[in-house]
C-alpha cells in the first residue's frame, strides 16, 4: 500500500525517509509548503516501520509519529491514528457544567496498565456516578512507566499502554456507556530524553525558560509551524481519537508575546472543529495565575479556554482540613479561607500573598462557578508531596467525607482523583523509567535534594527509578469492599447522586452561594435549597438553621436535627433540604 511521508525540516539541505528494511529514499520540497519534504513510498502502508535522516545524519522518529512500538529512540510505525473500527456513531458529547470528572493514570488504575484493562473498570466508574474520565498524558515518553509530563512524541499513545488501537478501543467503550474523555497534554514543554525534534527544525527557543526543560519556540523566527505542531497535535486528539476534550498542562509556563497568544488560537480552532462535527469538544487549563482572562472570551480580551483547575480551592481545603501551612500552604489555614474560595473560586483575586511576597491574582467577575474545577485531592497535589501520600493518611475519616461533601456541592465542576472515591490507602509517588540511566540518576537526586531542603530525612524519599515506587503506587482494587472503604464508597455515590438530582447544585452560580462561618471551625454553605454545615472541631456544635429543613445527608452517626438548628458531632458533615416554596 502506498504512502507518502512529509516531514518538516526548513533549515534542511537534504532528508531521507528510512525503512525498517534498510532502504533509503531521497525526499524532495514538498511544491506547496515552504520548509516541508515529501515522498510517496509505494510499499509505506500500516505496520512499515520508518524514520528520517536529516542531511544524512542519524534516522530519527517522524516528529508526528503515531505509533513509537519500541519507545522514543526506536523507529516510527506507520498506523492509523485513532483505529477505524469505532462504534460512537450515536454519541453527541458531554455537557461539563453538569459533569463529575474522575483522573486516572492509565499505568496504575488497574494492574495491567493499560488502555484494555481501564475498560474493565469503567462500570465501577458508571457505578459512582462518573460522567467523564481525564486521563494523565499517554503520549510516548521513555521508559515502561511514568506520569507522562516527559512525553516526546506528541502524537503517539505510548505503546506500553497498548498503542493506537488500545486507546480507541477505550475512548469507544466510554461513549458507548454514555461517558466522556479528557486527555491531559503537555504544550509547554517535551521531556529530556528521546526529544529529537531540535534536529528537524527551530522547536525550541533560548529566550525563555521552564521549570522543566527549554521553552518551545512559539512567536520567534519559524515559529508559524511550530505553532501548527502543537494545534494540529490538539485537533488529532479531539478528531481522530474522538476525546471530548483536553487539559493543559501548565498554561502559565507557555510563553507567547504573539498578538494572538497560542490558546487563543487553539481555543478558536477547537470551537471550529466542535462546529463542523456538530460534538462539543472543551478545553481545561491548568494556571497558578489565579488570572480569569484565560476563560473569558476573546471578545472581552481573553484566551476563551472553557474551565481551569482551582488550585486554590484545593490549597485552602487541604491546609484548613490538615493543617499543613508549609511552602504554598503558609498563605491558607483557615475555615475563612475555604468560604472565600467557594464563593469567589480564587482566594488571592488581588489580595497580598505572603508566600509570593507580592500581591497576586484579579477577581474572577462575570465568570460561572463551572468555568473552574474544584478537588480535594488530583495527581499533583498528591504525587508532589515527598512520599506521595494521600488525603487518607492526612485527615480523619469524617474530615475526608467532610471535603468530599464540599467538593461535590460547590458551584465549581466536581474532580475526583483514582481511589479517593473509597479512601484508598496506598500512596500515589513519583515514578519513572528512564533508560539512560545517568538521567535517571540525576532525576533521582534531583528529587531528594529538592525534599531535603524542606526537612525531609533522605531515607523518606521514594527513588523514582525504583520499580517499587511504581508498584506502590497502583490502586489496590480488593480493599474496596472492607467495610470502612465501602462505607466510604458509598458516601461518595450519594453525594454524586444528590449532586445530579439538585438543579440547585449544577448551576454554577457563583452569585447565589451563600457561606457563612458560625465558629472558626464551623462552615455553612447555602445554594438554593440545598445547605451543606460542616464541622472540623474538636467538640459537638450547634448549627442554627431555617424550620423545617431535611436532613438528607450525614456522615456522623450522632447528628440531629432539633427545633433549635442542627447538632453536628466533631469531624462531621450534614446536608440539609429546604422544602418546596
Known amino acids: 500500500m502506498s504512502h507518502r511521508f512529509d516531514v518538516w525540516a526548513p533549515s534542511a539541505g537534504a532528508v531521507a525517509v528510512v525503512l525498517g528494511d534498510g532502504s533509503r529514499l531521497e525526499m524532495a520540497p514538498h511544491p506547496e509548503r515552504s520548509g516541508w519534504w515529501t515522498a510517496a513510498v509505494a510499499r509505506g502502508g500500516p505496520g512499515t516501520r520508518y524514520g528520517f535522516s536529516v542531511d544524512g545524519g542519524a534516522v530519527r522518529p517522524d516528529p508526528r509519529s503515531a505509533f513509537q512500538p519500541d519507545g522514543p529512540d526506536g523507529m516510527s510505525e506507520v498506523a492509523e491514528p485513532g483505529g477505524s473500527a469505532w462504534s460512537d456513531g450515536g454519541w453527541r458529547g458531554f455537557h461539563l457544567p453538569s459533569a463529575v470528572l474522575y483522573e486516572l493514570h492509565v499505568g496504575t488504575f488497574t494492574p495491567e496498565g493499560t488502555f484494555d484493562a481501564v475498560i474493565g473498570r469503567l462500570d465501577h466508574l458508571l457505578d459512582l456516578g462518573v460522567t467523564a474520565i481525564e486521563l494523565m498524558p499517554v503520549a510516548e515518553f521513555p521508559g515502561e512507566r511514568g506520569w507522562g509530563y516527559d512525553g516526546v512524541d506528541l502524537y503517539a499513545p505510548h505503546h506500553s499502554y497498548g498503542g493506537p488501537e488500545g486507546l480507541a478501543r477505550l475512548v469507544d467503550a466510554c461513549h458507548r456507556r454514555g461517558m466522556a474523555v479528557v486527555l491531559d497534554v503537555v504544550y509547554n514543554h517535551l521531556g529530556p530524553a528521546g526529544n529529537y525534534l531540535q534536529e528537524f527544525g527551530p522547536y525550541f527557543t533560548d529566550r525563555y525558560a521552564t521549570p522543566w526543560g527549554r521553552a518551545v519556540n512559539l512567536d520567534g523566527p519559524e515559529s508559524d509551524e511550530v505553532r501548527r505542531f502543537f494545534i494540529e497535535n490538539a485537533l488529532m486528539w479531539l478528531r481522530d481519537y474522538h476525546f471530548d476534550g483536553l487539559r493543559l498542562d501548565a498554561v502559565h509556563a507557555i510563553v507567547d508575546t504573539s498578538a494572538v497568544h497560542l490558546l487563543e ?287 438528607v445527608l450525614a456522615s456522623g452517626a450522632d447528628t440531629q436535627v432539633e427545633d433549635g438548628g442542627l447538632i453536628l458531632p466533631p469531624d462531621s458533615v450534614a446536608v440539609l433540604r429546604s422544602p418546596l416554596g
Open 265 to 551: 488560537e487553539l481555543s478558536g480552532e477547537v470551537e471550529q472543529l466542535s462546529a463542523a462535527t456538530g460534538i462539543r469538544r472543551w478545553l481545561i487549563a491548568e494556571s497558578d495565575l489565579n488570572d480569569p482572562r484565560i476563560v473569558h472570551r476573546p471578545e472581552v480580551g481573553g484566551y476563551g479556554i472553557d474551565a481551569q483547575w482551582s488550585d486554590d480551592f484545593h490549597h485552602s481545603l487541604h491546609a484548613a482540613f490538615t493543617g499543613e501551612t508549609e511552602g504554598y500552604y503558609s498563605d491558607f489555614g483557615s475555615l475563612a479561607d475555604v468560604a472565600y474560595s467557594v464563593g469567589h473560586a480564587y482566594v488571592y483575586d488581588g489580595r497580598y500573598s505572603p508566600h509570593r511576597r507580592r500581591r497576586h491574582g484579579r477577581p474572577v467577575t462575570g465568570l460561572p462557578g463551572w468555568a473552574f474545577l474544584g478537588y480535594s485531592q488530583n495527581h499533583d497535589q498528591v504525587g508532589n508531596r515527598a512520599a506521595g501520600d494521600r488525603s487518607s493518611a492526612l485527615m480523619s475519616r469524617g474530615r475526608l467525607k467532610a471535603a468530599a461533601a464540599l467538593v461535590l456541592t460547590a458551584p465549581f465542576v466536581p474532580m475526583l482523583f483514582q481511589g479517593e472515591e473509597w479512601g484508598a490507602s496506598g500512596p500515589f509517588q513519583y515514578f519513572t523509567d528512564h533508560p539512560d540511566l545517568e538521567l535517571g540518576r540525576a532525576v533521582s537526586e534531583g528529587r531528594t535534594h529538592e525534599f531535603v531542603a524542606f526537612g525531609w530525612d533522605p531515607a523518606d524519599v521514594p527513588d523514582p527509578q525504583d520499580p517499587e515506587t511504581f508498584a506502590r503506587s497502583r490502586l489496590d482494587w480488593s480493599e474496596r469492599d472492607e467495610p470502612a472503604h465501602a462505607g466510604m464508597l458509598d458516601w461518595y455515590r450519594r453525594l454524586i447522586r444528590l449532586r445530579r438530582s439538585e438543579p440547585d447544585l449544577t448551576d454554577g452560580a457563583l452569585g447565589r452561594v451563600h457561606v457563612d462561618l458560625p465558629g472558626p471551625d464551623v462552615l455553612v454553605m447555602t445554594r438554593g435549597r440545598i445547605t451543606v454545615a460542616l464541622n472540623i472541631g474538636a467538640g459537638a456544635t450547634l448549627v442554627p438553621t431555617a424550620p423545617g429543613r431535611e436532613l
